[in-house]
Nanobody
């Protein structure tokens, strides 16, 4: 069982920045992948970015490359999502999720077995 707790959401103006945090129960030797997903109002949950615990390799959705960046604090077993140049369309609930058994970061929601409770990000125009 993997525990994930997101924090850092809030209200920000368009063009602003926000950093989301995901506290994990993983340890240094875990073989998991941790991903960020988001769900906008009335829409399905979609992949944003993910990181492999074993080698810190990253994969991100094309729509967020250059603006939303995932990173990891190895010592604290934390995962972050740095969000820059935010747009109103980035408004969503952001979820942290974990999985294992994949050679590459999966983009499908169904690939992830463990989920946090989500944190709301609202970008005003």
């Amino acid at each position: 069982q993997v525990q994930l707790v997101e924090s850092g959401g809030g209200l920000v103006q368009a063009g602003g920045s926000l950093t989301l945090s995901c506290a994990t129960s993983l340890d240094t030797f875990s073989q998991h992948i941790v991903g960020w997903f988001r769900q906008a109002p009335g829409k399905e949950r979609v992949f944003v970015s993910g990181i492999k615990w074993s080698d810190n390799s990253i994969d991100s959705a094309d729509s967020v490359k250059g603006r939303l960046t995932i990173s990891r604090d190895n010592a604290e077993n934390m995962v972050y999502l740095q969000m820059n140049s935010l747009k109103p369309e980035d408004t969503a609930i952001y979820y942290c999720a974990a999985t294992r058994g994949w050679s590459a970061v999966p983009h499908w929601e169904s690939s992830y077995a463990y989920w946090g409770q989500g944190t709301q990000v609202t970008v005003s125009s």
